[in-house]
């Protein structure tokens, strides 16, 4: 046996105990979708929810930061860049945590940590607080969502794996709507201080965690084929040809893994896919509600119940790429939702109407929110369970650095340059465009292929 399969392996003294957990069991029968699956899969959701309201959130205050602390448009963008930088190791730290002390433990931890953290952005007296209060949170937020996909991935049968990481990742609308309706009836009336500390009620949800998911199956394995092998060559024993292989690949660290012959093109697909995923998000995640209010005079009442509206609608696009993704294709599914969104989105970037502006933004919300399921399932499940959290880690952290570090400077330069944010928004759907390229001709297709057919 040259990989874990999850459902078929023999229980090994690792394992053992995992095995008098109800939960555990279902988790690792991936023939069936049981009340497990459902609790695994709705704490995700939850998470990303909440990650979607968390980031929303604070895009929708950008008017009201720019005003209170008196800062620029640059220099704005410059804490921004450093919240985020700052944040990176996050990404990396805590799923790089999860391969070596398993994916439940650390999800709950890391809930607990990043919502307890809100209250103190919320009570930041100061800029430079505030910025160092955002950074404590981003270094434990980067690593959540993570997390979340690893045991979802891990844990749901092959044939629905992308269909239920999308809906999960669609979550994340429902959150961007709680914000619009946070800014609505809190920020718009009460300040950002009141909207910012809402969030801390998520740690309850570490709770539900710890009590109703099991540990993953897959790295459970993973841990028992280690000491099996361990305990061979402590005896003598000449280890087969597969063990030999993968322990030769599993002493390596983590980085330098992905750079090995036989992962190298999946490292490199994975990155592009996330890096372009990033440029995108920021533009819009940093920038829009500037724009509606700056450039087309929406008071934060109006952008705020925009952005209820818009993460609904886009809720449909997640929905949509997760049953295409499933039943005829990853690429397809991408390539869908990518046109969808650049056509829109170009048309919205292009009208001052009014009602147009409502009418393409809902639009282009379903491809530009739609493409994001395909795109997570392709970097949960690309690597072999060894480093699967390391490597989604590694990732997403120079993703991280280039669209939310690196490219501001495109996009804030542009606005400098010709005093409006539209420029900055037409390059997005340029960035769709070579998105769609690049995964028609260099993404597998992994549909309906285990975690186990996928890393051979």
Known sequence: MSTTTAGNAAVGPFEAPYMQSEAYRNARDQSRVTKTHYHIATANGLGWAFDG???????????????EFQVTIPEWRSAGQIILLLGIPGIYFWPWLADKFGRRTLLAINIAMFSLMMPLVAISPTFTTFIIARILVGFALNGEWALGSLLVAETWPAHLRGRILSINRGTWCFGTATAGVITTFIMAEYGWRWAIAVPGLIALLAVYVRAKCPESPYWV?????????????????????????WQKKADKLAVSQLFAPDLRRATFVAMFVACCSTAIYGTVGGWMAYYLNAEMK????????????WGLVGFLGLVASGWIADRIGRRLAFIAMLVEGAIFIALWASTRDHTMLWVYGLLWSIGFLGFWGPSMTITAEVFPTRIRGAANGVVWAVAWLVGFVLWPFVTVWLQQTTGSFYASFMTIPALMVMMGIGVWFFVPEHGGKTLDEISL
Do not use: C, H
């Open 221 to 245: 394995q993973t841990q028992d084929r280690k000491l099996r092998i361990a305990a061979e060559k402590a005896a003598g024993k000449t280890l087969s040809d597969a063990d030999a292989n």
């Open 298 to 309: 929406w008071p934060a009442s109006e952008y705020g119940a925009f952005y209820t509206a």
């Open 53 to 67: 309201m968390d980031g929303i959130l604070f895009g929708l205050a950008v008017p009201f930061f720019l005003k």
